[in-house]
């Protein structure tokens, strides 16, 4: 006995339905172009934290370092669409203490500022870079005793 046209059409409303939740499913997990672009604008800059600077790169990265060093500096990596008009600042804070604030010498692609033992003190530390205000990216370390 063939299928009733009713349950045809029951069964075109079901598949229907089913195809509007799952096209609506990947609307909802697409990506908005806001997103995109913070994310692409986070990706310009990223900072790497080190004990020496040689032949313009960073020597030693880590993310923990003794508290018995002469210097530990803040190496940024700069986006090659990176405005460079404006001076770059590193500001240093130990917990949420601001300890200083250092002009970031750029050199084409990369800035680096350094902050000496006589400021260093055991604890957790960040360095934020900063370009008029808006705040590019922020690296965390630790200084520890050994």
């Known amino acids: 006995m063939p299928a009733s046209p009713l349950y045809r059409l029951w069964k075109g ?4 339905v089913f195809l509007i939740f799952i096209l609506l499913g990947l609307m909802f997990f697409e990506k908005s172009p806001e997103e ?6 986070g990706t310009e800059v990223y900072t790497e934290m080190c004990l020496l600077i040689a032949s313009g790169k960073p ?4 993310t923990v370092f003794s508290l ?3 210097k530990i ?4 990596f700069l986006g090659a669409n ?3 008009n404006d001076t770059v600042w590193h500001v240093w804070y130990q917990d949420s203490e601001k300890i200083k604030e250092t002009l970031c010498k750029i050199d084409g692609l990369s800035c680096s500022s350094s902050l000496s033992s006589d400021s260093l ?6 360095v934020d870079t900063r370009q008029s205000g808006i705040l ?9 005793s050994q």
């Open 13 to 16: 409303i079901v598949f229907f």
């Open 36 to 41: 995109e672009s913070i994310e692409k604008e």
């Open 59 to 62: 020597v030693n990265a880590d």
């Open 68 to 70: 018995n060093i002469n």
């Open 73 to 76: 500096f803040a190496y940024s």
């Open 82 to 84: 990176f405005n460079r």
């Open 121 to 126: 003190r055991e604890g957790n530390w960040s």
């Open 136 to 144: 590019l990216g922020i690296r965390q370390f630790k200084i520890q």
